[in-house]
């Protein structure tokens, strides 16, 4: 054999070797990402293990921090249920399009037909879309989650406390039972929820295996750790932390079964998982409640304590694993950023959020957004965040003032403070916001005043009695 002959031979071996296993990622990698979107109610930013949580232990969160990237800047739009979901499924602050607290039973409004959800984004694509939990975006049937992009719906309306009697606080509420949906049908009433935490991971598993084949979009949408507290016996008594932390390991396992389902089908090199929390901790149910230590305050508060969350994003191979990102971000950037990663459309109508990619990838620190701002009851605008700083302008808010908060599922009394001054804090420096130093940056202050003057004339500010120009109306029911 000659050495042309040979060194052919050779040449083509070599080329064959290397061009194989770019096939075969090609193959792995193929067709638009599943999405799971794992949202838990009233989850204070401490509790979870690798958020520093020094007595719930979570190790299916963080293995799966550990898989993508922990967000430690991450917020929910409003500290309180109705809100954040509406924001995290259209991109928009929910006074932009008219959702605001949270709408109790029998409410005449809800998420207008005409604002365009993640999964009706994703199901123009070709997806399958379910969502297995709570909705509260609506309750009559105009505004229920069939409506709303979803193939399928199993859970619960809205939250749940909202029905009659409470056991453990012996109290009678004027509300209607607690119905548990399947799809459009009312299958049942709920007095011991215990079990629904482990039927939503067995429905969510399911799903999954069902639409292996094809993309898919997962909304499980936890009812706990809302109070009150269910958890069922498998977990009951197994946490440091009392009957709270029981219930965070019983959503831990859930995560981790959701994990395990995409990984035994392969299909985990192309699915993103998102974990995160609609608001902070309810901090007057105190051992009933979550932690948002070292954050200041809790849930319906402005405070980092009622809007700053857990969030851990999972996409591997396109997501590096391992990593901590500090930018500020928030809620408002996932249905954006999930239209890059799907390929899919934008909504026709203006939204907020933005494509954050390039930063979950770590190719930039830098936040798409100049600014994120934080409205609460009604339409307040009440904060800015911006770069290192935190503005609060006067208002009014919720606190124990250092008082314990309840215990065996009672609540304690809310004091409403006052602030009748600007507030300024340098979270890079001052995380508990203990520091007011707006007399000392004024340039700052400034700076922000500009900005929020921008934004109060698109969305509006009642604080101020102004009107946003470009909101948009809720649905209201025929």
């Given at each position: 054999m000659t050495k042309s002959i040979v060194l052919l031979l050779f040449t083509t071996l070599v080329l064959s070797c290397n061009t194989a296993p770019k096939k075969a990622a090609e193959t792995t990698s193929s067709g638009p990402p599943n999405v799971i979107l794992i949202?838990?109610?009233?989850?204070?930013?401490?509790?979870?293990?690798?958020?520093?949580?020094?007595?719930?232990?979570?190790?299916?969160?963080?293995?799966?921090?550990?898989?993508?990237?922990?967000?430690?800047?991450?917020?929910?739009?409003?500290?309180?249920?109705?809100?954040?979901?509406?924001?995290?499924?259209?991109?928009c602050y929910p006074n932009r399009i008219g959702i605001h607290l949270a709408l109790g039973p029998g409410n005449t409004t809800g998420l207008h037909l005409e604002e365009l959800t993640m999964a009706e984004m994703l199901k123009n694509q070709g997806y399958a879309t379910a969502i297995f939990g709570k909705w509260h975006l609506g309750d009559h049937p105009d505004f229920m989650p069939n409506k709303q992009g979803f193939d399928e719906f199993y859970g619960i309306p809205y939250s749940n406390d909202m029905w009659p009697y409470h056991p453990e606080q012996g109290t009678v509420f004027d509300f209607p039972p607690l119905p548990l949906y399947e799809n459009e049908k009312i299958i049942d009433t709920l007095v011991d929820q215990s079990m629904l935490t482990t039927q939503l991971t067995e429905r969510s598993v399911s799903f999954i295996k069902k639409n292996k084949a094809n993309p898919f979009f997962l909304y499980v949408a936890h009812p706990q750790p809302h109070v009150p507290l269910f958890v069922s016996d498998k977990f009951k008594g197994k946490s440091k932390r009392g009957r709270y932390g029981d219930v965070i390991m019983e959503i831990d396992w859930s995560v981790g079964q959701i994990l395990e389902t995409i990984k035994t089908l392969g299909i985990d090199d192309n699915t993103v998982v998102i974990f995160t929390?609609?608001?902070?901790?309810?901090?007057?149910?105190?051992?009933?409640?979550?932690?948002?230590?070292?954050?200041?305050?809790?849930?319906?508060?402005?405070?980092?304590?009622?809007?700053?969350?857990?969030?851990?994003?999972?996409?591997?191979?396109?997501?590096?694993?391992?990593?901590?990102?500090?930018?500020?971000?928030?809620?408002?950037?996932?249905?954006?950023?999930?239209?890059?990663?799907?390929?899919?459309?934008?909504?026709?109508?203006?939204?907020?959020?933005?494509?954050?990619?390039?930063?979950?990838?770590?190719?930039?620190?830098?936040?798409?957004?100049?600014?994120?701002?934080?409205y609460y009851n009604i339409n307040e605008l009440h904060g800015v965040r911006y770069k290192n700083w935190k503005l609060y302008y006067p208002r009014t808010y919720k606190s124990l003032n250092g008082r314990e908060g309840g215990k065996g599922g009672f609540p304690a009394v809310y004091d409403f403070n006052e602030v009748n001054e600007i507030q300024l804090f340098d979270l890079s420096k001052d995380i508990g916001e203990s520091n007011n130093v707006a007399q000392l940056y004024p340039e700052v202050v400034q700076t922000i005043a500009s900005l929020a003057n921008l934004k109060r004339t698109e969305l509006g500010d009642s604080l101020r009695d102004l009107e946003g120009q470009e909101n948009r109306p809720a649905g209201v029911r025929k």
């Amino acid at each position: 054999m000659t050495k042309s002959i040979v060194l052919l031979l050779f040449t083509t071996l070599v080329l064959s070797c290397n061009t194989a296993p770019k096939k075969a990622a090609e193959t792995t990698s193929s067709g638009p990402p599943n999405v799971i979107l794992i949202f838990t109610d009233d989850q204070g930013y401490n509790d979870v293990g690798c958020y520093g949580s020094p007595d719930i232990e979570t190790p299916n969160l963080d293995a799966m921090a550990q898989e993508g990237v922990r967000l430690t800047n991450f917020y929910a739009t409003q500290p309180i249920c109705s809100a954040s979901r509406a924001a995290i499924l259209t991109g928009c602050y929910p006074n932009r399009i008219g959702i605001h607290l949270a709408l109790g039973p029998g409410n005449t409004t809800g998420l207008h037909l005409e604002e365009l959800t993640m999964a009706e984004m994703l199901k123009n694509q070709g997806y399958a879309t379910a969502i297995f939990g709570k909705w509260h975006l609506g309750d009559h049937p105009d505004f229920m989650p069939n409506k709303q992009g979803f193939d399928e719906f199993y859970g619960i309306p809205y939250s749940n406390d909202m029905w009659p009697y409470h056991p453990e606080q012996g109290t009678v509420f004027d509300f209607p039972p607690l119905p548990l949906y399947e799809n459009e049908k009312i299958i049942d009433t709920l007095v011991d929820q215990s079990m629904l935490t482990t039927q939503l991971t067995e429905r969510s598993v399911s799903f999954i295996k069902k639409n292996k084949a094809n993309p898919f979009f997962l909304y499980v949408a936890h009812p706990q750790p809302h109070v009150p507290l269910f958890v069922s016996d498998k977990f009951k008594g197994k946490s440091k932390r009392g009957r709270y932390g029981d219930v965070i390991m019983e959503i831990d396992w859930s995560v981790g079964q959701i994990l395990e389902t995409i990984k035994t089908l392969g299909i985990d090199d192309n699915t993103v998982v998102i974990f995160t929390s609609d608001n902070g901790p309810w901090l007057s149910y105190g051992e009933h409640a979550g932690s948002a230590h070292p954050l200041r305050e809790g849930k319906q508060t402005a405070w980092e304590g009622g809007q700053r969350e857990p969030c851990i994003i999972r996409y591997p191979n396109k997501i590096p694993a391992n990593q901590v990102i500090n930018t500020p971000l928030m809620s408002i950037d996932i249905l954006p950023t999930i239209a890059h990663l799907t390929q899919s459309h934008l909504p026709e109508k203006e939204i907020d959020g933005k494509n954050i990619t390039v930063v979950l990838m770590r190719k930039t620190e830098d936040s798409p957004h100049e600014a994120y701002y934080f409205y609460y009851n009604i339409n307040e605008l009440h904060g800015v965040r911006y770069k290192n700083w935190k503005l609060y302008y006067p208002r009014t808010y919720k606190s124990l003032n250092g008082r314990e908060g309840g215990k065996g599922g009672f609540p304690a009394v809310y004091d409403f403070n006052e602030v009748n001054e600007i507030q300024l804090f340098d979270l890079s420096k001052d995380i508990g916001e203990s520091n007011n130093v707006a007399q000392l940056y004024p340039e700052v202050v400034q700076t922000i005043a500009s900005l929020a003057n921008l934004k109060r004339t698109e969305l509006g500010d009642s604080l101020r009695d102004l009107e946003g120009q470009e909101n948009r109306p809720a649905g209201v029911r025929k």
